[in-house]
Each structure stands twice: as structure tokens, then as C-alpha cells.
């Protein structure tokens, strides 16, 4: 079946614009993760979705970040005023629900605040 | 310090070579220890996951963790050019669901 899918695949704005991510995890899947990967920094967490909620923001580096998840489904990370400082690969995943369950990492999104 | 450390390389090894990938943590409630792959521009996958202490193979790769010194491997034999990718470790803890990552280590393989 489908995998996790992103869009856009890449994105280049300016400093100060908002950018609007978006994540389709595997079709039943209830949990959903988003990452940043920045050079040389491994994976950092940002927020988890069960479901439509949120149980878990902690990993959101400021409230320039959001995110929501409808239908259980689709997410969307939007980034407001971006700041160069915001570049990197913004990575999607999603699992069955539930700890120890694999996540499934989409391709990314990489993010260039110019 | 970082809860969990790993040599960002680059490693440049000949094709054929065994090689060794490895990880250090300092959370002793990590519980669930797993080796992700990732090539360029794509995201990450699963390559390898395991519970306790010892060691664990498939095919040419064996994850292998030693709890008491808090350190985990993976080991590549007969190493090929496709394995030339980023490996990351990642750990969750107990009942949790959220992965720590290591920042990986990018491994290339010369034919």
C-alpha cells in the first residue's frame, strides 16, 4: 500500500512568510509524528498526534509553530514569520498507535528561509 | 550533554568490509533500541529493533546492545555500495512513544 506522503516536497520563502507543511500518513494509522532534521542534528521531535489530539507539543521550538490533524488523518505543521534559522527537513511519520509500534517516515519537506 | 551520542563520520570503508556503527546513551529507562537507514533525500526506515541486551542478527546485520555499559551497535558484513547511506540509532523509553535519535553517521562504501 501507500506509504506517508509530504507536500511540498521542497519549499523556498522568505524570511517572515508562513509555510504550511503537509503530512498523509498510511491509511489507519492512528499516530503521527513530526520531526526536524537539521544538519548535523539528528532528528528532533516536535509534536505527536493520537488521533485528532495532541497529546504531546513539548518538542515545538516556539509558538511561531502549530499543528493540527484532521479526520485522523491528514496533518498540516504551519510555520508563521519563518526565520532562516527554521531551515531544514521537516519529517512526517505515523504507526499503528501506541508505544514500540514502528513509525514510518515520509520522504520530507526541505524548508529554505531565505 | 546529549541523551544520546553517535560519531556523525563520515566512515569510508572498501566493499566487502565489515563494519561497526555505534551509539552511546545516557537514560538508563531506554528500553526499545532501534537502527534506522536513511539515503539521501529520503526518509528514514527501520532497518533493525530490539528489547534487551544481546545481540540480534538479519542476514549480513547484527544489532547488538549492552545495557549495563549503555552502548549499542550495528554491524554491517560484507559490506556493498548500497549500504552507502546515513544509520541512526533511535530509543524510546519504557511505555512511551517518543524516539530519541542520534544525530547518525554516514557511511559510505567504495567498490
Known sequence: GAGVSQSPSNKVTEKGKDVELRCDPISGHTALYWYRQSLGQGLEFLIYFQGNSAPDKSGLPSDRFSAERTGGSVSTLTIQRTQQEDSAVYLCASSWGGAQETQYFGPGTRLLVL | ?111
Not at chain 2, 569510508?12 to 536513511?38: D, H, K
Not at chain 2, 517518543?98 to 559510505?108: A, E, N, S, V
Open chain 2, 1 to 111: 550533554q546529549k541523551e544520546v551520542e553517535q560519531d556523525p563520520g563520515p566512515l569510508s570503508v572498501p566493499e566487502g568490509a565489515i563494519v561497526s556503527l555505534n551509539c552511546t546513551y545516557s537514560n538508563s529507562a531506554f528500553q526499545y533500541f532501534m537502527w534506522y537507514r536513511q539515503y539521501s533525500r529520503k526518509g528514514p526506515e527501520l532497518l533493525m529493533y530490539t528489547y534487551s541486551s544481546g545481540n540480534k542478527e538479519d542476514g549480513r546485520f547484527t544489532a547488538q546492545v549492552d545495557k549495563s555499559s549503555k552502548y549499542i551497535s550495528l554491524f554491517i558484513r560484507d559490506s556493498q555500495p548500497s549500504d552507502s547511506a546515513t544509520y541512526l540509532c533511535a530509543m524510546e523509553g519504557s511505555g512511551t512513544y517518543k524516539y530519541i535519535f542520534g544525530t547518525g553517521t554516514r557511511l559510505k562504501v567504495l567498490a
